[in-house]
C-alpha cells in the first residue's frame, strides 16, 4: 500500500514543524508562519488550487507578521518611556566636583565615571561636593548645588 500524502496534509506538516521550530528558536517569528501553513493547509482541505494556497500562506504568514509587532507594543510597551542616552541622560544627573568650581574659571565634575569640565550657576563650589547637571553646552556642563535654588536676578528700582 502506497502512501501519498495530500496538499492539506503537507500543510499540516508544514506547519507542525514551523511550530516546533517556534518553541525551539529564540524570538518570535516562525509562529506567523505555522499559522499561514494551517490556512492554507485549509484552503487545500477545501479543494482550491496550488496557488490560492501558496497566496493564503504568504498573505497570512506576513499580514500576522507585520501586524505583530504594532500589536505587542501597544499591549506590552503601552507604559514605557523613551530611554534617554548620551547628554539628554545627563541632564537632572547628580555629579561630584573633582576639581574646584571657581567663579569664572569653573572645574571638572565627576559624572557616570567620566570628568567633565564644567561651570556653576550657584557661585564657587568646593571639590567633593555633589552638584545636580542643569544644562550641557558643547562639552561643558553647567551645574548647581542640589540646595541651591535657580535665582532669577532682580532689577533694582530708581529710588530705593
Do not use: C, Y
Not at 150 to 157: D, I
Amino acid at each position: 500500500m502506497d502512501f501519498i500524502p495530500s496538499a492539506w496534509q503537507l500543510w499540516l506538516l508544514a506547519a507542525v514543524l514551523a511550530g516546533a521550530l517556534e518553541i525551539a528558536l529564540p524570538g518570535f517569528v516562525m509562529l506567523w508562519f505555522s499559522v499561514g501553513a494551517l490556512a492554507a493547509s485549509l484552503s487545500a482541505a477545501l479543494g482550491l488550487g496550488i496557488d490560492f494556497q501558496l497566496t493564503s500562506f504568504t498573505l497570512v504568514s506576513l499580514g500576522l507578521f507585520g501586524a505583530s509587532r504594532t500589536l505587542f507594543k501597544k499591549a506590552f510597551m503601552r507604559t514605557a518611556t523613551q530611554m534617554k542616552t548620551g547628554v539628554e541622560a545627563m541632564l537632572g544627573q547628580e555629579a561630584v566636583v573633582t576639581e574646584s568650581l571657581v567663579e569664572g574659571h569653573g572645574g571638572t565634575v565627576r559624572i557616570n565615571g567620566e570628568l567633565w569640565t564644567a561651570r556653576s550657576l550657584a557661585g564657587p563650589v568646593a571639590e567633593g561636593e555633589r552638584v545636580i547637571v542643569e544644562q550641557v553646552e558643547g562639552l561643558k556642563l553647567w551645574v548647581r548645588r542640589p540646595s541651591a535654588a535657580l535665582e532669577v536676578p532682580l532689577k533694582k528700582k530708581e529710588g530705593r
